[in-house]
């Protein structure tokens, strides 16, 4: 390996040196998660009125806006990168595949931990099961998210299995039924991505008076789940750029060879599927007869959400593949991610109840601000506690012949 890698072994499993060093990231880090404990420990004594400015009128605020609309999307990597490894055979990208699912993974698991903030009731969660409402969009994304974490859970797996399959042998038949199954495990994950990410969408077509026109629409279902596919696309590229900064030291010959590769042809697969949702959005509101909306300050915000983060990522994407220009495509995919965060706040919170007053509208707190905060440094936090012990950046040496 072109680094030392800290490859836990059999008689010393654990590696938490790098969290003990007083960086200045650390000490953000615990002081980020020490704040958003006691948030947390008001919002669960107190009451969701101690905590957020929700009320009758916006009963989804940032934490649907972001931690769930924002949280589902751009964890739409794990789907995204194992149909194009497993599904359409292109291998020359499997070192992105572990990265991918890891993302995910803790994406979805944390958007379910992020939900229990907004229910206010953890033990309530599982109640669809047992009372399940069959002809509601909310039970379906329920349904299908619960499933697909389970999926990529099973997925995931295989990684802690290697690292602690050395002490534990029993994990190693169980990695080996894992792989055996894997190809199933893409398909499900494929099919229920595909479900629930249109389906998010679903949630707003019931709205039609206080979602602005600009971005209402019955193809609602549809812009959510290409928008997915760019976020996808875009969170292999963006999350490839952070672990390259922060976890080169544990990324094998193999990682950094295929990472530029990765990388450029991901942002090619991203230009286009951005410029295609630069279409259907453009035509959805000319076919709708929204253009004069075009001149009210909600059109302008339009305006900046279509050709300042979809056009314009669209383009430095094609122009960044065609010339092998790895950092503009790290730049591209910045700017895409925004785009994604940008187009959820909008429908959820921005252009919903457009036509109340200024004093009238939602605007989150500082503590709800502060959760979501707290909860993007617990996935950056778990996804560099699993990266220092398992196998996810490089392949793990006994494993090598099997991959």
């Known amino acids: 390996m072109s ?8 008689d010393k499993l654990f590696n938490f040196g790098p969290f003990l060093k007083l960086t200045p990231g650390n000490i953000i880090t615990y002081i980020l998660l020490a704040i958003g404990l006691a948030i947390t420990v008001v919002r669960f004594t107190v009451g969701i009125g101690a905590v957020s400015n929700l009320d009758d009128y916006q009963p989804w605020g940032m934490w649907i806006g972001f931690d769930l609309l924002c949280g589902v999307c ?6 995204f990168t194992t149909v194009a490894i497993y599904v359409m055979g292109m291998k020359h990208f499997s070192s992105a595949a572990r990265p991918a699912v890891l993302t995910a993974f803790l994406g979805y ?3 379910v931990i992020a939900l229990l903030y907004d229910l206010g009731h953890p033990l309530r969660l599982p109640y669809m099961f047992f009372f399940p409402g069959t002809t509601s969009v909310l039970f379906e994304v329920g ?5 697909y974490l389970t999926v990529l859970f099973l997925e995931f797996s295989v990684a802690p299995a290697e690292w602690l ?3 534990f042998k029993c994990l190693l038949t169980y990695r080996h039924w894992i792989e055996k199954i894997g190809i199933l495990l893409t398909i499900m994950g494929m099919c229920l991505s595909t479900l629930h990410q249109s389906s998010l969408g679903s949630l707003y077509l019931i709205c039609p008076g206080k979602l602005h ?10 812009f959510f789940f290409v928008s997915s596919m760019t976020a996808g696309s875009s969170m292999v590229v963006f999350e490839g750029m952070l672990a390259h900064k922060g976890m080169h030291a544990y990324m094998d010959e193999k990682h950094l060879a295929e990472a530029p590769i990765v990388t450029l042809s991901f942002s090619k697969a991203c ?3 951005l410029f295609s949702l630069f279409i259907m959005r453009f035509v959805d509101m000319v076919v709708q007869g929204n253009f004069p909306y075009l001149f009210t300050s909600y059109g302008c915000w339009w305006l900046i959400e279509m050709f300042g983060f979809i056009l314009l990522p669209s383009l430095l994407y094609a122009k960044g593949s065609r010339d092998k220009n790895v950092p503009l495509c790290r730049f591209a995919s910045c700017i895409a991610v925004c785009g994604i965060v940008l187009n959820r706040w909008t429908v959820s919170m921005i252009a919903y109840n457009w036509h109340f007053d200024a004093a009238d509208r939602y605007f989150p707190n500082l503590p709800e601000v502060f959760v979501s905060v707290f ?3 617990m996935i950056v936090t778990a996804y560099r506690a699993i990266c220092y012990h398992c196998p996810i950046l490089y392949e793990h040496p006994n494993f090598k012949e099997h991959d």
């Open 3 to 10: 680094h030392n890698i800290v490859i836990p072994t059999k």
């Open 74 to 79: 751009l964890a739409a990597g794990g789907y």
């Open 109 to 111: 698991l944390f958007v």
């Open 143 to 147: 349904l299908c998210v619960a499933t």
């Open 165 to 167: 399959g050395q002490k």
């Open 213 to 222: 026109p600009l971005w209402y629409s019955p193809f609602l279902p549809m």
């Open 271 to 273: 230009s286009l599927i």
């Open 375 to 377: 909860v993007v440094t």
